[in-house]
């Protein structure tokens, strides 16, 4: 296979861009890498399983306890994490609390790791989203909140997988945005998308309109601007939302779009949580050439105050979300 780069190769690629790194911050992603290629296999049998094999609550085929896939996702994320003994505690969308795994490691991570997955079945793409911290209380010390309640701004490593058509895994680490095509044959990540950067302009904006009544006035706004027809500005828009926040987001990187998810009168703060939802996709779209903002400012400078905060989240191309928050503070 020529010209081909697996995400091993990569990793190690770039460890050589810290010099006098320990390869620990190698041996973090390749453990992300594993659970991967683990719960790939799973959510690629689900509807097998669900329908075929036994549904949650039931005994599989080879005797197992049926788990629901996000609980399944989140111990295979746990167990590969804690493997590696680099990680000091885990922030999961699944735990109220936070994990502690040890006390030497120097990083932490927050995921989510399942994200939609009430599409699973009816076999809509669902995703898994992380984000990694550099601990900053001391190395030896257990784990504490302020490890984990640390701003988007000091992340150094955020990403995705999707698990769709195919398998991708995209994830920066501040040197822009790569993306890995997983292939089962092989059982190896690729690198499919190089240095991904969302394009310039896009015509793509992504809300659940069933919300219009109960979003503020400004989104009210952005969605008419969006449907009017106006051929210079390549109006109208086009409309999609799959309900599926990383397939969601995922298209649009590629496309180019905007996704929102405004504070509503019966979710105020939104529905998505900061710590393993919106920083690590604002870190991912910042580097790819675009914005992520809660309507004023930005993601990743917001001050976490728990760990699963809700924020309003609109992240796309720079000039679309700039527009919508120009509506936001008109009407404000
Ligand atoms: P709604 C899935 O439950 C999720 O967290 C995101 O993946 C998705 O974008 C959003 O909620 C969908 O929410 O209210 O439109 O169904």
């Not at 399983?49 to 080879?62: D, E, F, P, R, T």
């Not at 984000?131 to 990403?159: C, H, N, W």
């Not at 292939?183 to 919300?211: A, C, Q």
């Amino acid at each position: 296979m020529e010209n081909v780069t697996t995400l091993g190769e990569f990793i190690i690629e770039k460890q050589q861009d810290f010099p006098g790194s320990t390869g620990e911050f190698s041996r973090l992603l390749s453990a992300i890498r594993l659970a991967s290629k683990i719960v790939s296999q799973q959510v690629n049998k689900a509807g097998l399983l669900s329908h075929i094999l036994g549904a949650v609550g039931s005994q599989n085929i080879q005797g197992e306890d049926q788990q629901k896939l996000d609980v399944y996702a989140n111990n295979q994320f746990i167990k590969a994490l804690r493997a590696r003994k680099v990680v000091a505690g885990i922030a999961s969308e699944e735990n109220d609390d936070f994990i502690p795994i040890n006390p030497d490691g120097q990083y932490i991570v927050s995921m989510d790791p399942l994200d939609g997955s009430s599409n699973i079945d009816v076999n809509v793409s669902i995703g898994t989203i992380f984000s990694i911290y550099k601990r900053v209380t001391p190395k030896g010390s257990p784990v504490s909140m302020e490890d984990f309640l640390q701003k988007g701004t000091e992340q150094l490593a955020a990403g995705y997988v999707i698990y769709g058509s195919s398998t991708m895994l995209v994830y920066t680490t501040g040197k822009g945005v790569n993306g890995f095509t997983y292939d089962p044959g092989l059982g190896v990540f690729i690198l499919s998308h190089p240095n991904l950067k969302t394009p310039e302009k896009g015509k793509i904006y992504s809300i659940n309109e069933g919300n219009y009544q109960k979003s503020p006035a400004g989104v009210q706004k952005y969605i008419q601007y969006a449907q009017q027809i106006d051929k210079e500005s390549n109006r109208p828009y086009t409309a999609r939302y799959i309900g599926s926040l990383v397939a969601d987001f995922h298209r649009n990187l590629i496309k180019g779009g905007v996704y929102m998810y405004p504070s509503t009168t019966s979710a105020p703060n939104g529905k998505l949580r900061l710590l393993y939802e919106c920083n690590p996709i604002a870190f991912i779209i910042e580097q790819a050439g675009g914005k992520a903002s809660d309507g004023e400012n930005r993601i990743m400078e917001i001050e976490p105050n728990d760990l699963h905060q809700r924020v309003p989240f609109f992240v796309g191309n720079s000039d679309m979300v700039e527009k919508l928050e120009g509506f936001l503070r008109e009407e404000a």
